[in-house]
């Protein structure tokens, strides 16, 4: 299983004298996965990587899924 796709980011921070400043970036979104099905039950290993202007950043999660 697997997800491909574009994400955009926003986040805030201080730009100085007190200031609320907005950080935005967009990118590729990658996401491969492997696991198994039981019935409703779904477990999963995912490892996820956003790729954007500058940088990348990327984890490794557990998916744990209910099937209805």
Request: no cysteine; net charge negative.
């Amino acid at each position: 299983m697997g997800e491909i796709g574009y994400s955009s980011f926003s986040s805030y921070g201080s730009g100085g004298n007190d200031e609320l400043v907005k950080y935005t970036s967009s990118g590729l979104t990658f996401a491969p996965t492997i696991g198994v099905q039981y019935n409703w039950l779904e477990l999963g290993i995912r490892y996820e990587t956003f790729s954007v202007t500058g940088g990348s950043f990327s984890y490794t999660g557990a998916r744990l899924g209910f099937n209805f």
